[in-house]
């Protein structure tokens, strides 16, 4: 597609629900990245795909936070047992081989309540 | 810990001021600086900045690195209505290809007619 894309736009959960977040990146664009925003911050990295393969997760708070991108395409973002502290504004970004391309989402608000 | 400042956190000026807005890191590793225009949820590339002292420029922005001093300035003359976002400033490590980057909290900018 033309850009990246993400849905949910809007995310309510119940405290403890699971959620899943997706991401349709830019047609070719091999690197994905997951942000996450939270209100009145600057984005921070969760976690980084190169094709299929997930080479880094180490912005990832915990182990409820799972993210997948098994044909190298679509990303999901899993968060199990939600919490109140998840609220935030969930970023995703592709990029070709080289940064200057880094095109990020108009991302997904989640709210826990 | 890699550390990205941004000052002022937001500023209301009126639409015709010039304006400036700072960004000044502390990180590990340091490829380039990054600054990106935040409207509603998905930041837009403005600039990368590699090389000290060269300015890079579009339309009525303006961007300059100073790699001696570890910061950046970002330059807003005759503002607009429509300049109205958070600016976010953003560092990439020199980690190769694509990268995960280190945002500021950002600087709110607000025009007013």
């Known amino acids: 597609g033309a850009g990246v894309s993400q849905s949910p736009r809007y995310k309510v959960a119940k405290r403890g629900q699971d959620v899943a977040l997706r991401c349709d990146p830019i047609?070719?664009?091999?690197?994905l990245f997951w942000y996450q925003q939270a209100l009145g911050q600057g984005p921070e990295f969760l976690t980084y795909?190169?094709?299929?393969?997930?080479?880094?997760k180490s912005g990832l708070p915990s182990d409820r936070f799972f993210a997948e991108r098994p044909e190298g395409s679509v990303s999901t973002l899993k968060i199990q047992r939600t919490q109140q502290e998840d609220s935030a504004v969930y970023l995703c970004?592709?990029?070709?081989?080289?940064?200057?391309?880094?095109?990020f989402g108009s991302g997904t608000r989640l709210t826990v309540v | 810990e890699d550390k990205v400042v941004q000052s002022p956190l937001s500023l209301v000026v009126h639409e015709g001021d010039t304006v400036t807005l700072n960004c000044s890191y502390e990180?590990?590793?340091?490829?380039?600086l990054l600054w990106y225009k935040q409207e509603k949820k998905a930041p837009t590339f403005l600039f990368m900045l590699?090389?000290?002292?060269i300015e890079k420029k579009s339309g009525r922005l303006s961007s300059i690195l100073d790699k001696k001093e570890l910061f950046s300035i970002l330059n807003i003359t005759a503002t607009q209505t429509g300049d109205s976002a958070v600016y976010l400033c953003?560092?990439?490590?020199?980690?190769?290809?694509?990268?995960?980057?280190?945002f500021g909290t950002g600087t709110r900018l607000q025009v007013t007619l």
């Open positions: 990180v590990t590793n340091f490829r380039s």
């Open positions: 970004a592709s990029s070709p081989p080289w940064l200057y391309g880094y095109t």
């Open positions: 795909f190169q094709n299929e393969a997930q080479l880094d």
């Open positions: 047609s070719g664009h091999v690197s």
């Open positions: 590699t090389s000290s002292g």
């Open positions: 953003a560092s990439d490590p020199n980690t190769g290809t694509a990268s995960k980057l280190t």
